[in-house]
Structures are given as C-alpha cells and as structure tokens.
C-alpha cells in the first residue's frame, strides 16, 4: 500500500465535511447563480470548482448547447466520486 499525497489527504479531509459545507453553501452558491444569470447556449468557466457541485449547475443553466468548463487545484477532489 503507498502512502497518500498531501493532495489526497487533503480530498478526504474535503470528503468529511463536503456534505455539511455544501448546505452551508448553497444559498451563497443560489446567490451568485442568481447574478450570474446563465442562459443557454453560454461557456461558463468555474474556477475552484470542488466536487463539481456548481459546475452541474451552471451546466443544467446552459444546457442544450452552452458548455461549462471545471478547474480545481486538486485533482484528487476532481476525480472524488462519493
């Protein structure tokens, strides 16, 4: 078994608490949606995008033909599958 890298014990430290945060969140995330006002046929870009909550969002919001693009410093939180 190897040993974790900082970037993976970080994504499970994320993992413990993603529930919790993300309906802390969410009307900060309802909010800034709000603002922002995407519509269809849109590119969104998500910078910090976590687990990918808000991308899903935003995607939903540009959907058919907008696209959404997700970037997030940890990998190990990008590729988390709870």
């Given amino acids: 078994m ?41 590119s969104v870009l998500d910078i910090g995008c976590g687990g990918g909550e808000t991308a899903l969002s935003l995607a939903r919001a540009v959907a058919p033909d907008g696209t959404v693009v997700g970037v997030d410093l940890s990998a190990a939180v990008l590729n988390w599958r709870g």
Avoid at 28 to 39: D, I, N, S, V
């Fill in 2 to 42: 190897s040993a974790l890298t900082q970037d993976e014990i970080r994504a499970s430290a994320w993992a413990e608490v993603r529930e919790p945060l993300e309906r802390q969140l969410a009307p900060l995330g309802r909010h800034a949606l709000a603002a922002l006002a995407p519509r269809p046929g849109e």
